[in-house]
Nanobody
Framework: QVHIAESGGGLVQPGESLRLSCAAS????????MNWYRRAPGKERELVAT????????DYADFVKGRFTISRDNHKNTVFLQMSSLKTDDTATYYC???????????????WGQGTQVTVSA
């Protein structure tokens, strides 16, 4: 059974940092791209960052480049999102997503966590 659980959200002030974690189980973690998405109130869900199965490549949305860092630990089946210089516009529910990478696996999966709330407010 697939299980994805985000943690680390909270209330911070502008300019502060926060580290999100996502623990996964029930699928071959090391063969999946891991992604962080977010959805702010009244807005569409948007991709924040992605990391390839072995962590050799990452990509970021323009609005977080230079401020957020995605990383993963395949031994612990965990992906992280280090968020720095947070802005009020970063306020959103952040979701962890696991998506199978066809270059490394024949598995087919697209799994989501329940989300963790990040609020940036003075």
């Amino acid at each position: 059974q697939v299980h994805i659980a985000e943690s680390g959200g909270g209330l911070v002030q502008p300019g502060e940092s926060l580290r999100l974690s996502c623990a996964a189980s029930g699928f071959t973690f090391r063969r999946y791209d891991m992604n962080w998405y977010r959805r702010a109130p009244g807005k569409e869900r948007e991709l924040v960052a992605t990391i390839t199965p072995q962590g050799t490549s990452t990509d970021y949305a323009d609005f977080v480049k230079g401020r957020f860092t995605i990383s993963r630990d395949n031994h612990k089946n965990t992906v992280f999102l280090q968020m720095s210089s947070l802005k009020t516009d970063d306020t959103a529910t952040y979701y962890c997503n696991a998506r199978s990478n066809p270059l490394v696996t024949r598995e087919s999966g697209d799994y989501w966590g329940q989300g963790t709330q990040v609020t940036v407010s003075a």
